[in-house]
């Protein structure tokens, strides 16, 4: 997971209906719905009021992001759960998570952030939620991405899960990264991904792109009616970009909310296999 600051973060659990109207207005769903899509479920055939989430403050590595735990913990009771804070950290937070009958448990450190199903034992990281929220998002504004070209801007771990997802919703994708290594690598394991390397070029040339770097992108490369769904952060665009093209952006609960949605489903799996 790539680091948030406080700043990022401070004024997320005021900003929530603000992402949700975003969505509404950029890609035609909800957070929920965008959330269900991400994992191609049905909106109605899962009870987010069925879930309690326990969000767990981490010491470790460098420590806790002010805010974090809380705007995690409001973005899940937003979009239908039951939610809270431990009052203590690590694995004692664990514990008290479970002790008041926590179904999914939230905790990420440096390097991965995780939503855990406790009775499925199974879990949800946000690499795959990130990359599968702006996927979704993405071809809810573009209103389908089949036979559509698709710029990723960024070879790392969100870009290469968004890659699979992008093919998977048919389309064809082109991938971009400073680090030119990176982006064969990715091409390298999809025979119907192409590279550009020239990222201005790439930007410019395309009309849908996935922006899974921290890179800033000038508004002079976008084209007039793109539409840029970025999980990438830090967050540059600037107004000029932002009156050429329809951007997706939030810091936390894009990714949150799919992660919230996946970690329940664990659970609606189960019980269907105890149905058979």
Do not use: W
């Not at 659990?13 to 969505?23: A, G, K, Q």
């Not at 680090?179 to 119907?192: H, I, P, T």
């Amino acid at each position: 997971m790539t680091r948030l600051t406080n700043d990022m973060v401070k004024d997320i659990s005021t900003s929530l209906e603000n992402v949700n109207d975003m969505l509404v207005r950029c890609a035609g769903m909800t957070t929920k719905e965008m959330a269900c899509d991400a994992i191609a479920i049905d909106p109605n055939s899962i009870d987010l009021e069925e879930f309690q989430v326990g969000v767990i403050p981490i010491t470790s590595g460098l420590g806790i992001i002010s805010k974090f735990s809380e705007s995690v913990s409001d973005i899940v009771k937003a979009i239908g759960m039951e939610s809270f804070v431990t009052e203590t950290t690590d694995v004692t937070g664990f514990a008290e998570a479970l002790t008041r009958g926590a179904d999914i448990i939230f905790m990420a450190d440096d390097y991965e952030y995780i939503a855990f199903n406790v009775a499925s034992k199974k879990y949800s990281n946000n690499s795959f939620g990130t990359a599968s929220g702006y996927v979704a998002a993405l071809n809810g504004a573009a209103k389908g991405l089949i036979g559509k070209t698709v710029l990723i801007a960024g070879a790392g771990r969100v870009g290469s899960r968004a890659a699979n997802l992008l093919t998977a919703r048919g389309a064809k994708v082109i991938v971009t990264d400073v680090d030119k290594e990176k982006s064969r690598a990715l091409a390298d394991n999809f025979s119907n991904v192409m590279i550009m390397d020239d990222i201005a070029e790439a930007i410019s040339s395309n009309k849908y792109i996935l922006n899974a770097s921290p890179a800033h992108i000038p508004s002079e490369y976008i084209i007039e009616g793109a539409i840029i769904s970025t999980p990438g952060i830090p967050h540059t665009f600037d107004e000029a970009a932002y009156r050429k093209a329809t951007i997706i952006h939030d810091p936390l609960a894009i990714g949150t909310a799919v992660m919230a949605v996946q970690a329940a489903s664990f659970s609606n799996q189960d019980k269907k296999k105890c149905r058979r």
